[in-house]
């Protein structure tokens, strides 16, 4: 087997590696006994998305992306990022339930599904989404818990989120602005 070809396919088993990882974390996020533990919940969120971060731009690089991985990759992302954070706000919830605390996770949940079907599961052709993409919105919620928010900002946070998410907005990717800062950068040195 040509070292290429060798490389190839080894990118793409190791994208494939780090989308079941990010499925994962969603899932023990979200089966992670007792209620509570918002800090280990949200960490296994912020896992699942950095994993995420990585697996599609090696499944490119593999120059074979696949329908099937970029939808393994979807849902995984609606599992960890879009599931996991309703799970971890229906749990952390204040003992007093409010209209805010029972509306919040479903809304947020349904958002997060109703952008996949929305703006596609396909392979991603372009460096801007539509709407604020399901994993950028998991990383925000989870950073919130980890900022230790109380349970009712989490709430307006998690509304806010889902608006985000299903709304028409344009949002460069983080690959896009990895680049940008990297041009921005070299133009900088050239310059000196």
Same mark, same amino acid.
């Given at each position: 087997?040509?070292?290429?070809?060798? *490389?190839?396919? *080894?990118?793409?088993?190791?994208? #494939?590696?780090?989308?079941?990882?990010?499925?994962?974390?969603?899932?023990?996020?979200?089966?992670?006994?007792?209620?509570? &533990?918002?800090?280990? $919940?949200?960490?296994? %969120?912020?896992?699942?998305?950095?994993? =995420?971060?990585? =697996?599609?731009?090696?499944?490119? !690089?593999?120059?074979?992306?696949?329908?099937?991985?970029?939808?393994? #990759? *979807?849902?995984?992302?609606? @599992?960890?990022?879009? /599931?996991?954070?309703?799970?971890?706000?229906?749990?952390?919830?204040?003992? &007093?339930?409010?209209?805010?605390?029972? @509306?919040?996770?479903?809304?947020?949940?349904?958002?997060?599904?109703? $952008?996949?079907?929305?703006?596609? %599961?396909?392979?991603?052709? *372009?460096?801007?989404?539509?709407?604020?993409?399901?994993?950028?919105?998991? /990383?925000?919620?989870?950073?919130?818990?980890?900022? !230790?928010?109380?349970?009712?900002?989490?709430?307006?946070?998690?509304?806010?989120?889902?608006?985000?998410? /299903?709304?028409? @907005?344009? /949002?460069?990717?983080?690959?896009?602005?990895? &680049? &940008? =800062?990297?041009?921005?950068? #070299?133009?900088?040195?050239?310059?000196?």
């Amino acid at each position: 087997m040509p070292a290429t070809q060798l *490389s190839s396919t *080894s990118q793409h088993v190791l994208a #494939d590696v780090l989308t079941g990882c990010n499925l994962a974390a969603g899932t023990a996020a979200i089966l992670l006994p007792g209620d509570g &533990r918002p800090l280990r $919940r949200s960490a296994l %969120i912020l896992f699942g998305a950095l994993c =995420d971060s990585f =697996d599609g731009p090696l499944a490119r !690089r593999s120059g074979n992306p696949t329908v099937f991985g970029a939808a393994a #990759d *979807s849902i995984s992302d609606l @599992i960890s990022c879009g /599931v996991a954070p309703a799970a971890l706000l229906a749990r952390c919830g204040p003992s &007093r339930r409010t209209r805010l605390s029972r @509306i919040a996770p479903g809304f947020y949940m349904v958002a997060a599904a109703w $952008r996949l079907a929305r703006y596609g %599961i396909g392979p991603r052709t *372009s460096h801007v989404f539509r709407g604020l993409p399901v994993t950028g919105a998991g /990383v925000l919620f989870a950073a919130g818990c980890q900022a !230790r928010l109380p349970a009712r900002a989490l709430g307006y946070l998690a509304v806010a989120l889902g608006i985000a998410m /299903v709304s028409p @907005i344009r /949002v460069l990717s983080g690959e896009a602005l990895v &680049r &940008r =800062d990297l041009e921005t950068l #070299d133009i900088a040195v050239a310059g000196s």
